[in-house]
């Protein structure tokens, strides 16, 4: 029994991925599911989408693989995070779409609880903030407004979960209601100190604590997959919110080490060890790992519109076909031009969190064109990735001045790569294997049944694709932040 099946479960799509003994990807299938916005600034995801593109992925991934299911050592599980769901303990079935971490819908119940005062105890206890962005407004949100919640969820009836739990449950036919820490230390309600859920916080939004999870260990055992549905009942010993995956599939083990992962949104984390650091500049404090009970603890920034800003270019605009042609027009575009894209669609995430200010753009000529735009949207990624980078060299030393781990899908463009070494002013390294987030979940899946390495072992394994060299004048870096900068702060005062 020599692989292992990571299941990757995204906000546009679920993936599933056969990894061999040695690490590698052996096969990917992968389904996309529609995006339900039902009011502005609403996401909804349809919870039957979730479970069956990941019941179908994960049977083609094994059947493209050609691995008999007696082979299948574990299945590790990497998440969405934040993502919220609520079903019925009997029948199982959800009472409301998944709302999704991007949903600004509590928007106003996080102002309310803000002017009252609670944010300071609120990030004190979670690292979080009172932002629309994680799951505890959004499950009272549900609780408040599908007919008879309340009441069902006071009798014990609903069990709350992100995606992770939610798809340990339908995994294991019901068998198992648990969460691992990382997905945990995102819903608001969990005390990453003290590593419990918070009765004060779960008073506060009148949370039943029978609706929550087990909270487990990442390498945890999480129950066995129904028999029914591959075959033979496969155990789960791997889970982990993507973030955290990728932090642990770019191999960040130790305190100072960091990645920014670059999908939809974007998301750096930094290694800071066994101490949570409390940050002084709007970063959240959140769990990277949790092994036998002991957390080590990240500093996080977390971008809403990254790879998504690429999509508008495409979808939006129309200035082009796919995101691979972004490349020769940012190389194309007029250097004296100075047009800057603040994407703020959805608002803004670290460290300014900003719900309510939308996208802005600055500097446009009679001569701007298509190619300034692309130039313009590439460098907001790279822009918006230097604000968590002075954040966290902010709050935490020295320590986040070394080299950035980078995975997802805009990483392909070195145009991009090579900006954002610019404009940070350190090493940008694109590792080999660009899966990082599936290979974070099967690493912790595969080391707990024995099929790979120790946490040594697998740091050793890394291995560079390329690494970018800032290559940019200090001048012209300080001249183009600060211009950044002025441009951030015209659009949150509009
Ligand atoms: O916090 C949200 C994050 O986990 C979503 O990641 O890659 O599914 O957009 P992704």
């Not at 502005?40 to 693989?65: C, F, L, M, N, Q």
């Not at 959805?346 to 996208?359: E, F, I, Q, T």
Request: proline letters at 4%.
């Amino acid at each position: 029994m020599t692989y292992i099946l990571a299941i990757d479960q995204g906000t546009t799509s679920s993936r599933a991925i056969v990894f061999d003994a040695a690490m590698k990807v052996k096969a990917v299938a992968q389904e996309e599911f529609p995006q339900y916005f039902p009011a502005s600034g609403w996401v909804e995801h349809d919870p039957s989408d979730i479970w069956s593109s990941v019941a179908a992925t994960t049977r083609a991934a094994i059947e493209k693989a050609r691995v008999g299911v007696n082979d299948i050592a574990a299945i590790g599980i990497t998440n969405q995070r934040e993502t919220t769901l609520v079903w019925d303990r009997k029948s199982g079935e959800p009472i409301h779409n998944a709302i999704v971490w991007q949903d600004r819908r509590t928007s106003e119940t996080c102002q309310q609880l803000k002017a009252a005062g609670h944010e300071p105890m609120v990030t004190e206890r979670t690292g979080l903030l009172l932002d629309p962005y994680f799951s505890g407004t959004k499950l009272a949100w549900i609780l408040d407004n599908v007919d008879g919640a309340r009441a069902k969820a006071a009798a014990g009836d609903l069990l709350f979960g992100t995606v992770d739990c939610f798809l340990i449950w339908k995994l294991t036919g019901g068998k198992v209601h648990a969460s691992d820490a990382t997905n945990a230390a995102r819903t608001l309600l969990y005390n990453i100190r003290e590593g419990r859920w918070d009765d004060d916080i779960c008073k506060l939004l009148s949370i039943p604590r029978s609706m929550l999870p087990e909270v487990r260990d990442c390498t945890a055992a999480f129950g066995h997959s129904r028999a029914d549905l591959f075959g033979r009942e496969i155990p789960i010993y791997g889970v982990a919110g993507d973030q955290q995956a990728a932090t642990i599939g770019q191999a960040c083990f130790r305190p100072g080490m960091m990645k920014s992962t670059y999908g939809t949104g974007c998301f750096a984390l930094l290694n800071t060890g066994e101490t949570p650091v409390a940050s002084k500049n709007r970063l959240l404090t959140t769990i990277a790992y949790q092994f036998d009970g002991k957390p080590t603890y990240a500093l996080e920034g977390s971008i809403f519109v990254a790879g998504a800003v690429v999509q508008w270019l495409r979808d939006g605009l129309k200035i082009i076909g796919n995101a691979g042609e972004t490349q020769a027009l940012a190389e194309r575009a007029d250097p004296a031009q100075e047009v800057v894209l603040v994407p703020a669609f959805v608002g803004l995430g670290a460290p300014y969190w900003n719900a309510d200010c939308r996208g802005a753009v600055y500097g446009l000529t009679r001569n701007s064109g298509s190619a300034e735009f692309v130039r313009a949207a590439l460098e907001s990624v790279g822009y918006q990735t230097r604000d968590l980078l002075e954040a966290m060299r902010a709050d935490w030393g020295g320590a986040a001045k070394g080299v950035l781990r980078v995975d997802g899908g805009m990483t392909a463009s070195d145009w991009t790569m090579q900006f954002l070494s610019d404009i940070i002013g350190a090493p940008v390294d694109r590792p080999e294997v660009l899966e990082t987030t599936a290979l974070g979940a099967a690493w912790l899946a595969g080391s707990r049944a024995g099929v790979y390495p120790d946490a040594d072992g697998f740091a050793k394994a890394w291995a560079l694709d390329k690494r970018f060299e800032p290559g940019m004048e200090e001048t012209e870096r300080t001249a183009k932040y600060a211009r950044w900068q002025r441009a951030v702060n015209a659009t949150l005062r509009v």
